[in-house]
């Protein structure tokens, strides 16, 4: 059964993905070890291993044991689903309603990126901006910046602290594929400045040498595209459940539906063929970098 969609049935968690700096969550940060030691003392008074309790609850035993260890937030249908087969009293889901994220996170987009900490594959696709996971500190800085209505310098502290935190993905999890199609624009606009794009080309090149990050190029001209939608993200659970989300102006949608996940992999893989190959890629960038 495929877990995700948020037990409200709200489909916005907002922009803190890759540019727009969103709305902060002000709270202070919960110890997520106290959720799960709710959870676990429950488990264990109704007498249930691990081993027996992940399948009751629908999830993988890794997944059960990280909440547990306080090592990842719940999804969002869990504590619901722990609270009545564990028989909690409402212990369980009235907890989990005052879990709060690290500061720097936006609200709008805690959802995606919990999942992320454990995804095994993230295909991002963007024609706005650069990824977020990709971002040097100074164009992040500059995005920050330019952000209407105007931030002030400790949320831009605290957007920036969060992002470089975020992208230890790319090196921590070296078993997690990370996949990323960017349109040529996204250089040639020289967001920031030339030394800030030359910069930027630089570390895209250094971070392409790694062996689970793919990064090519949609060319300036294409006579068939398959983005069109506009950008995108797909990942890959530890239990292969697939969730995807999607950015606009004022709010990110979660997408858990196969049937829409279905659409978005087909995109996905079209766009792959027709963007640069990875060699390709690489040496376009070298070249936008020696323009600029």
């Keep these: 059964m495929t877990r995700g969609t948020d037990g409200d049935n709200e489909s916005t968690y907002g922009t803190f993905g890759n540019g727009g ?19 676990k003392t429950f488990r ?16 993988s035993l890794e997944t059960c044991a990280s909440v547990e260890q306080g090592r990842r937030l719940p999804p969002p249908d ?10 909690a009293f409402g212990v369980i889901l009235a907890a989990s309603k005052h879990l709060t994220r690290r500061k ?4 709008w987009f805690r959802q995606w990126a919990q999942l992320e900490l454990e995804a095994l594959s993230l295909y991002t696709y963007e024609c706005r901006l650069i990824p977020g996971l990709l971002q040097t500190p100074a164009y992040a800085r500059t995005l920050f910046a330019d952000q209407l209505p105007p931030l002030a310098d ?20 070296p078993n997690t594929a990370f996949t990323f199609v960017l349109e040529e624009h996204l250089f040639l606009r020289q967001l920031g400045g030339k030394e800030v794009t030359r910069e930027l080309i630089d570390h895209i090149l250094e971070l392409s040498e790694l062996r689970n990050v793919e ?19 797909l990942l890959e659970t530890p239990d292969h459940q697939w969730f995807g989300y999607l950015e606009g102006q004022e709010h990110g ?38 323009a600029t």
Excluded: W
């Design 104 to 107: 720097g996170l936006a609200s």
């Design 154 to 173: 400790e949320q831009i502290e605290a957007q920036l602290a969060a992002r470089l935190e975020r992208q230890e993905l790319l090196r921590n999890r």
């Design 253 to 290: 949608q979660f997408v858990s539906d196969p049937k829409v996940i279905s659409a978005l992999q087909m995109r996905c893989a079209t766009m792959r063929s027709q963007a640069l190959s990875l060699e390709k890629s690489k040496g376009l960038m070298r070249q936008m970098r020696g």
């Design 44 to 59: 264990k008074r109704a007498r249930l291993t691990q081993d027996q309790f992940a399948p009751m609850v629908g999830y």
């Design 78 to 87: 869990y504590p619901g689903l722990a609270d009545t087969i564990l028989d």
């Design 21 to 39: 700096a969103g709305r902060i969550e002000s709270d202070p940060h919960y110890n997520l070890k106290m959720f799960g030691e709710v959870v």
């Design 215 to 233: 990064i090519q190029i949609m060319p300036l001209v294409r006579h068939h595209h398959a983005g069109l939608h506009g950008p995108m993200q």
